[in-house]
């Protein structure tokens, strides 16, 4: 059955492992998708997808760095986690023609950190390095899954405060400035929402606040997830999850938005999981 057209759009967005994961859960309901990746223009990114809307059996699309924000504010409407993190990874064309935006990089990193890697998160003294549209996403699940604080440390302060702020729980969530990164505790959870390493740029980060038992998690993958994975390392953090699991996750819940059927995400999961190493 065709299902229709369906996209990914990012920049860059190359890398994106997102049109394999979105076949292969098609395959697993015998759809047929035209699921391709699109690379914005960033200054062009609200009319390029408003011409792949403007397509006919567009119904679709994932959005990834830079974008997530431009994603959320060009909606006609929003999920509740689009709304309150202000950014959205899922966009779909309702029956009416308008988009609605939803965010479901929160549940998905969740879901993978919980559900996969079994990390009991309540407790846990995270840390969020980067501020901009994956982190805003991952921040209020986080908080929901109890972790008791969440740090949260950007290169520009003045988006950690502005997220700190709309989570508006200043006893859990507040920020830290990046120059003191190397005095500012220990930490059980460290989560690099930073897109350097997709940029290819350098991620220059001390070793002091990896906790005894923590665990490093990039909400990237592959080649973009390399160079923090490799500091995670030489940090000797306990454990060191790459963003896969979040990907397919997140996947998921996009799928079933669009198509209402619930795919199975660990054989999918353990195929990528298989090639990428
Ligand atoms: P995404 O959707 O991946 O979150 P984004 O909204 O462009 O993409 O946000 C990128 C994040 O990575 C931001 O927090 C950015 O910091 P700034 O807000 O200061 O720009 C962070 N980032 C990007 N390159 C970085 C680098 N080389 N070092 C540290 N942080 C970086």
Not at 57 to 77: C, H, Q, S, W
Not at 86 to 106: E, I, Q, Y
Not at 125 to 144: E, F, K, P, S, Y
Not at 231 to 242: G, M, Q, R, Y
């Amino acid at each position: 059955m065709q299902a229709g057209q369906f996209a990914v759009f990012g920049h860059p967005i190359s890398h994106s492992l997102s049109p394999r994961i979105h076949q292969a859960f098609a395959r697993q309901f015998g759809l047929e998708l035209d699921y391709r990746t699109i690379d914005a223009e960033p200054a062009r990114f609200a009319e390029t997808v408003r011409a792949f809307f403007a397509e006919d059996g567009a119904r679709g699309a994932n959005v990834t760095l830079p974008f997530k924000n431009a994603a959320f504010m060009l909606a006609d409407e929003c999920s509740e986690a689009a709304k309150r993190s202000g950014s959205a990874n899922v966009l779909t064309r309702l029956a009416d023609g308008r988009l609605a935006a939803h965010n479901t990089d929160g549940a998905g990193a969740v879901r993978d950190l919980t559900d996969r890697h079994q990390l009991d998160l309540r407790g846990h003294d995270a840390l969020m390095l980067g501020a901009g549209g994956a982190a805003q996403g991952v921040a209020w699940a986080l908080i929901d899954a109890g972790v008791r604080t969440l740090t949260i440390v950007n290169r520009s302060p003045e988006k950690a405060d502005a997220l700190a702020d709309a989570i508006g729980e200043p006893a859990r969530a507040h920020t830290r400035y990046w120059e003191d990164l190397d005095t500012i505790g220990s930490f059980d959870l460290i989560i690099n929402a930073t897109s350097a390493g997709v940029l290819g740029a350098p991620l220059d980060l001390p070793f002091g606040f990896v906790g005894n038992r923590a665990t490093c998690y990039d909400l990237s993958y592959g080649k973009g997830a390399a160079q923090f994975l490799a500091w995670a390392k030489v940090a000797n953090a306990k454990f060191i999850v790459d963003g896969l699991g979040m990907l397919v996750e997140t996947a998921a819940d996009a799928f079933e938005l669009w198509h209402g059927k619930r795919p199975e995400t660990d054989p999918v999961y353990h195929e990528l999981r298989a090639q990428l190493g």
